[in-house]
T-cell receptor
Framework: GQQVMQIPQYQHVQEGEDFTTYCNSSTTLSNIQWYKQRPGGHPVFLIQLVKSGEVKKQKRLTFQFGEAKKNSSLHITATQTTDVGTYFCAGRRAGSYQLTFGKGTKLSVIP | DVKVTQSSRYLVKRTGEKVFLECVQDMDHENMFWYRQDPGLGLRLIYFSYDVKMKEKGDIPEGYSVSREKKERFSLILESASTNQTSMYLC??????????????FGPGTRLTVT
């Protein structure tokens, strides 16, 4: 079945440092989504990428979708304590209702 | 705002009991999902439904069943609870596949402990 690998599993950064999490799918994706889960909370949708090579920005967050539509990344510039949480990528194949989630990257920010 | 609610935040059941987890969404979404979340394993799909009375197995359906009698409600059933089903259970709903952004809206989760 489809697999989505996400690295690293954990990342500890000093406040103000940058952070990147990477996602790789075993199959070509129709689109990829990113979610954030705050400690004690539930996953919340951040963004969806659809096109090959697509880059989207949300303030300090930059999302990329690879040319082959099999990988993606989330980069946070100058992390803040409000960025703490677990970031999940989730890929969907064409025609499928199912999203396959990566295992997530847990981000800790040291003030 | 989309609201997805789950019947309980915390639940403690005994081994062998039949357990019902209820999920209700208020956005008239066609698609609903049940996941379990375990440390280090991320979110794993148990079952999903793309229409009333329709259901599809996800990646880990063993030991679970589901029911969707009304569009807004999706129930997860543990026929005979076992200790390895102790987990956080998350329900989600999403708009149609053809609608553009197919984002999933999650409920707050039910932390189930089976003793």
């Amino acid at each position: 079945g489809q697999q989505v690998m996400q690295i690293p599993q954990y990342q500890h950064v000093q406040e103000g440092e940058d952070f990147t999490t990477y996602c790789n799918s075993s199959t070509t994706l129709s689109n990829i989504q990113w979610y954030k889960q705050r400690p004690g909370g539930h996953p919340v949708f951040l963004i969806q990428l659809v096109k090959s090579g697509e880059v989207k920005k949300q303030k300090r967050l930059t999302f990329q979708f690879g040319e082959a539509k099999k990988n993606s990344s989330l980069h946070i510039t100058a992390t803040q304590t409000t960025d703490v949480g677990t970031y999940f990528c989730a890929g969907r194949r064409a025609g499928s209702y199912q999203l396959t989630f990566g295992k997530g990257t847990k981000l800790s920010v040291i003030p | 705002d989309v609201k997805v609610t789950q019947s309980s935040r915390y639940l403690v059941k005994r081994t062998g009991e039949k357990v019902f987890l209820e999920c209700v969404q208020d956005m008239d979404h066609e698609n609903m999902f049940w996941y379990r979340q375990d440390p280090g394993l991320g979110l794993r799909l148990i079952y999903f439904s793309y229409d009333v009375k329709m259901k599809e197995k996800g990646d880990i359906p063993e030991g679970y069943s589901v029911s969707r009698e009304k569009k807004e409600r999706f129930s997860l059933i543990l026929e005979s609870a076992s200790t390895n089903q102790t987990s956080m259970y998350l329900c989600a709903s999403s708009p149609p596949l053809e609608g553009g952004t197919y984002e999933q809206y999650f409920g707050p989760g039910t932390r189930l402990t089976v003793t």
